[in-house]
């Protein structure tokens, strides 16, 4: 029986970041750095109106000052995974912040079919938030 040897790794397309623009810099980045405990890094424009996040780790989230005030649709979402979300959940209620399930119900959780237990919440500019605890 002759081995199957593996493919050779192949370039793919990956995420570097995401950019969201917010009306208080301020605000915006106390809400990413506090309430979901993502490691602020280092931003080359050092103009006062961007602040970097580290996701992951090959990805970021950049925060930048210059938007309205609108609202947003839970369809449009980005969502992270955490490998504790009841740990997760107990900050949030200790912080104050609001949060629920899709349907909307303060407090719940969203069961998706392959088990893993969803939340929703909004940050201070109402960009919709999905908090899952997928291993994968």
């Not at 280092?42 to 006062?48: C, N």
């Not at 210059?66 to 912080?95: C, E, M, W, Y």
Request: net charge negative; aromatic share 10%; charged share 20%.
């Amino acid at each position: 029986m002759t081995a199957v040897k593996p493919a050779a790794a192949q370039p793919t397309t990956a995420l570097n970041h995401l950019a969201l623009y917010v009306v208080d810099l301020q605000k915006s980045s106390d809400f990413y750095q506090n309430v979901l405990q993502l490691p602020e890094i280092p931003e080359p424009f050092k103009d006062g109106k961007h602040v970097w996040f580290r996701i992951g780790p090959h990805s970021q989230l950049h925060v930048i000052q210059g938007n309205k005030t609108q609202d947003h649709d839970i369809n449009t979402h980005l969502a992270f995974s955490v490998p504790d979300l009841a740990k997760l959940r107990a900050h949030l209620d200790k912080l104050g912040v609001r949060y629920g399930n899709w349907k909307g119900e303060p407090g719940k959780t969203t069961p998706r079919p392959d088990g893993v237990q969803q939340i929703y919440l909004q940050d201070p500019d109402n960009f919709w938030l999905e908090v899952n605890d997928d291993k994968f």
